[in-house]
């Protein structure tokens, strides 16, 4: 392996770090979020939730046909709304990952599949650790390589 493409892998390596790793400073700051949930028999509009860990969030439940509850695992929100009557909750994503919501209101035949999840990320960490092993292993073989050529010659 030549010394230029040694360096270019390195550098490559660095580059994708560099792309995945958040700078200093630019970590997203905790933001106040109001979100609204449209229940109807069986699903919840939007099925899928994003916030990021820090955030207020406040939902707003509303029931588009006959009465139904949202249960947020982990979270320990319970919200029931009747059509026209909207329901909300605010709390603080204060833990990362996924967590389901479900109705908690019996609304019929399918209440049980009226499931939701909502994510609390963005879960860096993993990506951070992969990126940071990444760079600490070419680094090692980097220095291994020119060294050894150096003791060859
Ligand atoms: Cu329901």
């Not at 700078?23 to 229940?39: D, F, K, L, S, Y």
């Not at 709390?91 to 908690?104: E, I, P, T």
């Not at 990506?127 to 003791?151: D, K, Q």
Request: net charge positive.
């Amino acid at each position: 392996m030549k010394a230029s493409t040694l360096v270019l892998i390195l550098a490559t390596t660095l580059a994708i770090g560099a792309a995945v790793l958040p700078w200093p400073g630019e970590r997203a700051t905790p933001t106040q979020r109001v979100i609204h949930v449209n229940a109807r028999q069986f699903a919840f509009d939007p099925p899928r939730l994003h916030v990021n860990r820090g955030d207020q969030v406040t939902l707003v439940l509303h029931a588009t046909d006959v009465v139904h509850g949202l249960y947020l695992d982990g979270y320990d929100v319970n919200l029931k709304a009747v059509p026209g009557i909207s329901a909300q909750a605010t709390f603080v994503a204060d833990r990362a990952g996924k967590f389901r919501y479900r109705c908690s209101v019996s609304c019929g035949s399918l209440h049980p599949f009226m499931i939701g999840e909502l994510v609390v990320g963005p879960n860096t960490l993993l990506w951070r650790a992969i990126a940071l092993t990444t760079i600490a292993a070419t680094g090692a073989l980097a220095f291994l390589y020119t060294r050894s050529r150096e003791v060859a010659r």
